[in-house]
Nanobody
């Protein structure tokens, strides 16, 4: 059983920086690609960013490219999402997930999910 626990969310002002963390249990963390998704009220869950097992290959949604950075520390079983230049439209619940399928962007390619952390960006 894999558990993913996100942290680092909160109420923040637009334009600043925030780092989300996702701590994973289990010995196989470094074998899997990981991703971040977000879901705003009344909207579908959408892809934010993902990276492969080593962190050497990354993918981003167009809406966050150049502002967000995904990274991982396999020694700590943790994946991060550095959010810079936040915008009010970044307000959402952010989830990390473990990728097992072929798609990087589709939620169906991810099997284990965290409980989410709320990020609210005020203008």
């Amino acid at each position: 059983q894999v558990q993913l626990v996100e942290s680092g969310g909160g109420l923040v002002q637009a334009g600043g920086s925030l780092r989300l963390s996702c701590a994973a249990s289990g010995r196989t963390f470094s074998s899997y690609a990981m991703g971040w998704f977000r879901q705003a009220p009344g909207k579908d869950r959408e892809f934010v960013a993902a990276l492969n097992w080593s962190g050497g290959t990354t993918y981003y949604a167009d809406s966050v490219k150049g502002r967000f950075t995904i990274s991982r520390d396999n020694a700590k079983n943790t994946v991060y999402l550095q959010m810079n230049t936040r915008k009010p439209e970044d307000t959402a619940v952010y989830y990390c997930a473990r990728r097992i399928g072929s798609s990087w962007h589709g939620p169906v390619s991810y099997d284990y999910w965290g409980q989410g952390t709320q990020v609210t960006v005020s203008s």
